[in-house]
């Protein structure tokens, strides 16, 4: 498999962003999302080429709108949209059983840091941890990737509408 992943083509970039509701404060493992009563799960389109494409995510950026907040934060990918809770400053359901199927695994970004300009930001892999790969496989009837991001930290302090952008740098076979 590792051939395939070097052998793979395609870069992209695909960046998605949430201004999140921001109700509250968080606590530690509450999902972040759009809002607090109709959330919806964060779509990475166009992972593959075609209907049950594939890749490998190499980079992963996380970006907050303010230098105040600084968690570490869990990205759930799934190939389907998830069941799991998707409404803002909701305890964390992932995964639930209904969608072992989707699943594809998680991705822990670290704590990210205040760059002292205007944004908060986290890149996986560190520059001291190395290579990363993780592989996906999409729906047989989709192109796209879904998530849930979950705090691993408590924030207060938040402000609602800051938005929260993801990017995942993806190569396409």
């Given at each position: 498999m590792t051939q395939a992943i070097v052998s793979l083509g395609n870069p992209k970039i695909i960046s998605t962003t949430k201004a999140?509701?921001?109700?509250?404060?968080?606590?530690?493992?509450?999902v972040l999302s759009e809002s607090a009563s109709a959330g919806t799960a964060w779509t990475f389109s166009g992972a593959a080429l075609r209907n049950g494409g594939f890749g490998v995510i190499t980079k992963v950026v996380?970006?907050?709108?303010?230098?105040?907040?600084?968690?570490?934060?869990?990205?759930?990918?799934?190939?389907?949209?998830?069941?799991?809770?998707l409404n803002d400053n909701v305890a964390n359901t992932a995964v639930l059983h209904a969608d072992a199927a989707n699943y594809l695994g998680r991705i822990d970004i670290p704590a990210l840091s205040n760059t002292g300009a205007g944004d908060s930001e986290a890149t996986v892999p560190t520059p001291t941890s190395g290579e990363f790969h993780?592989?996906?496989e999409c729906a047989a009837d989709d192109t796209d990737l879904y998530?849930?991001?979950?705090t691993r930290d408590a924030i207060t302090g938040e402000t609602a509408t800051d938005d929260l952008i993801i990017k995942l740098f993806v190569r396409q076979g």
């Open positions: 999140l509701a921001a109700a509250g404060n968080y606590d530690a493992n509450d996380a970006l907050l709108e303010t230098t105040a907040l600084t968690p570490g934060i869990t990205l759930y990918l799934f190939k389907a949209t998830p069941t799991s809770a993780f592989e996906y998530g849930i991001a979950v």
